[in-house]
């Protein structure tokens, strides 16, 4: 399925032809945030190496959820673990291996900071950009696009009945993935490079 197909069935499904512009325009891009808030499977999920030289460095653009922090020193990788705000601010010392990681305004706070290879594993936002017409996740999934792209549709013309229809529909798709892909995952993180 392309975008163009997408937006055929979304006007198909909420009987809505005098929208069809928008739902191209507005309603998938809403629904495409709304998939990278709550999809956690394979096709989104990417990892990327950062050099940073500075703590608080940002991370990437389609970055949507965290799935986990390596830092590669002298002894191999390492796993960071994550923290709150309150308590990585009790982590100030410098030098030795990085251990704790915050991510917050979209920055990545490591403590002890050193410089050096970082490979950041994370879901992407799924998109479907102008010059392309599909992605991984579209074409794995077409209902999950369905469904999101109805709900911000509901939203917009305030049909509180179909909207709860499409939540409970997206829901159940959502969970059923990202259950499928953690029995197939384990605890390894995805290594398709960004």
């Known amino acids: 399925m392309n975008k163009l197909e997408l937006s055929e069935l979304v006007v198909l499904f ?3 032809p005098d929208l069809s512009d928008d739902i191209l325009a507005t309603f998938i891009p809403l629904a495409e945030v709304r998939i990278g808030r709550e999809l956690k499977s394979s096709e989104n999920e990417v990892s990327l190496l950062m050099q940073p030289t500075d703590n608080d460095f940002d991370v990437p653009a389609d970055f949507s959820t965290i799935r986990g922090i390596q830092f590669h020193g002298n002894e191999g990788p390492h796993t ?3 923290l709150d705000l309150h308590t990585i601010n009790q982590w100030r010392q410098t030098g030795g291996t990085p251990q704790r990681y915050l991510i917050t305004a979209r920055k990545i706070q ?10 950041l594993f994370y879901y992407q936002k799924p998109a479907l950009p102008l010059d392309t017409s599909e992605n991984a996740v579209l074409d794995a999934w077409p209902n999950l696009y369905l469904y999101a792209s109805l709900i911000e549709l509901n939203v917009f013309a305030q049909d ?4 709860t229809v499409n939540i409970g529909a997206f829901d159940i798709e959502v969970k059923q993935i990202n259950k499928s892909a953690d029995r197939g995952r384990g ?6 490079r960004a």
Do not use: I
Request: hydrophobic residues 35%.
């Open 80 to 82: 960071l673990t994550s």
């Open 110 to 119: 490591v403590r002890p900071f050193v410089a050096g290879d970082f490979d």
């Open 160 to 163: 509180d009945e179909q909207l």
């Open 14 to 16: 909420s009987h809505r």
């Open 187 to 192: 605890d390894k993180p995805a290594m398709r």
